[in-house]
């Protein structure tokens, strides 16, 4: 049974920092594909940030690039994503997603004065 169990979240002010973490299990964690989704009140679920199998290909969407980075640990499946430089909008629940249609439980981020 496929397990992503989200953490790291929490309440911060505007350009200060984050590390979400998604514990995984249930799969061969080393040979898939892990993405960073979120989802702010009264909007779509949106894809922030990919990672490949292997860790060497990275994507993100273009509202986070240059402050948010995405990466694995394959001996603790684990994926991270590390958030500098936070911002109001950046208020979302976030989620680890994996393929073909598994999500976690979220972790809430809120970035406020």
Same mark, same amino acid.
């Given at each position: 049974e496929v397990d992503l169990v989200e953490s790291g979240g929490g309440s911060v002010q505007p350009g200060g920092s984050l590390r979400l973490s998604c514990a %995984?299990?249930?799969f061969t964690f080393s040979s898939t594909t892990m993405k960073w989704y979120r989802q702010a009140p009264g909007k779509e679920?949106?894809?922030v940030a990919t990672i490949t199998s292997a860790g060497r290909i990275t994507?993100? %969407?273009n509202s986070v690039k240059g402050r948010f980075t995405i990466s694995r640990d394959n001996f603790k499946d684990t994926v991270y994503l590390q958030m500098n430089s936070l911002k109001p909008e950046d208020t979302a629940v976030y989620y680890c997603f994996v393929g073909p249609g598994y999500w976690g439980q979220g972790t809430q981020v809120t970035v406020s004065s």
């Open positions: %995984a299990s249930g679920r949106e894809l994507n993100y %969407a």
